[in-house]
């Protein structure tokens, strides 16, 4: 079933955009041959092997192609100051000006199917094709997990994504973004930027955590809204977003950081426990649809 989904949209795709053209964007050239002008227009010379390594091409079909674009006068090559056994690739100024050409109307093509979209679809679309290329690649491994303050619209996103992801996960209902909403409205009211705080985790930009430092009273501290994306877990992203909160807690001088959680919670509670916080008590109680059990959490700062 998957492997037919796949080979569906891979259908759909490069009918969408084209590719099955004689020539790409109305061009002489294929799509192959401009996506080495594109490489090529980069800024940096590159070697043949170094191309094909690159883009996964065979070194045998390369050369075929890399003779064709000589031959327009499209791409040259010299001899490399340091290894005179490798050649160095360039395009030409004629080759620059062809891939101006493609690339403005690569721009335009693109703003054309993307025209009668909403606003709010093209975010779903990049987004869509931002964890299609991020699963294929395994980049999430790799990306670089940043923390920040809030701006903006981060708040906002907290919201839904607690109850979209909650949802998915435990089926709770739409009573749990409620309380979310009632909580991030009273930390924006209240908003003590001295002594509160929100950070958002980010992975090549995109947001995949949050986490809130609230002020109860004058000792005291709630950690509160902690989440952690799938694509970015077991990555110790939740335990560096609870780190910063304690971290911060104890330089404002709150003698305590408390926290209320759910029994079901297993990976934010094996955090808690991991970070030092303690069970106090525990209060059984019906919400969101289901009977949980409420569990409250503190950790001593002093």
């Not at 490399?80 to 160095?88: F, H, N, V, W, Y």
């Not at 050409?101 to 779903?124: C, F, I, T, V, W």
């Not at 997990?145 to 949802?167: F, K, N, Q």
């Not at 973004?177 to 002594?195: P, S, W, Y």
């Amino acid at each position: 079933m998957h492997i037919d989904a796949v080979r569906r949209f891979n259908r759909f795709y490069t009918r969408r955009i084209g590719v099955l053209r004689e020539g790409l964007l109305g061009s002489p050239y294929t799509l192959t041959e401009a996506r080495l002008l594109y490489e090529l227009a980069q800024g940096e010379q590159a070697t043949a092997t170094a191309l094909g390594r690159g883009l996964g091409l065979d070194l045998g079909y390369l050369s075929r192609l890399l003779q064709g674009l000589k031959r327009r006068g499209l791409v040259q090559a010299k001899r490399s100051s340091q290894d005179g056994r490798q050649a160095l690739l360039a395009l030409t100024a004629k080759g620059r000006k062809t891939f101006a050409a493609l690339n403005a109307r690569s721009r335009d093509e693109m703003a054309q199917m993307l025209k009668p979209l909403p606003e709010q679809d093209r975010g779903r679309l990049v987004d869509a094709m931002r964890a299609v290329e991020s699963l294929l690649t395994n980049e999430a491994s790799r990306a670089e997990i940043t923390l920040r303050s809030h701006r903006p619209g981060d708040l906002g996103w907290v919201v839904h994504r607690h109850g979209a992801l909650y949802a998915e996960e435990y089926g709770w209902d739409e009573r749990f973004e409620a309380l979310v909403a009632e909580i991030v409205a009273k930390f924006v009211r209240h908003f003590d930027a001295e002594l509160e705080r929100c950070w958002i985790a980010e992975m090549d930009g995109e947001r995949v955590g949050s986490a809130l430092v609230v002020k109860q009273s004058a000792s005291t501290a709630k950690l509160r809204l902690l989440l952690v994306e799938p694509k970015a877990r077991g990555r110790g992203v939740g335990k560096r977003l609870v780190d910063e909160c304690i971290a911060f807690a104890r330089a404002k001088g709150y003698r305590k950081l408390a926290l209320w959680t759910q029994s079901n919670l297993a990976a934010a509670r094996h955090i808690y426990r991991q970070c030092g916080f303690k069970l106090i008590r525990k209060e059984p109680h019906r919400s969101f649809g289901y009977d949980l059990t409420g569990e409250y959490w503190e950790l001593k700062l002093a």
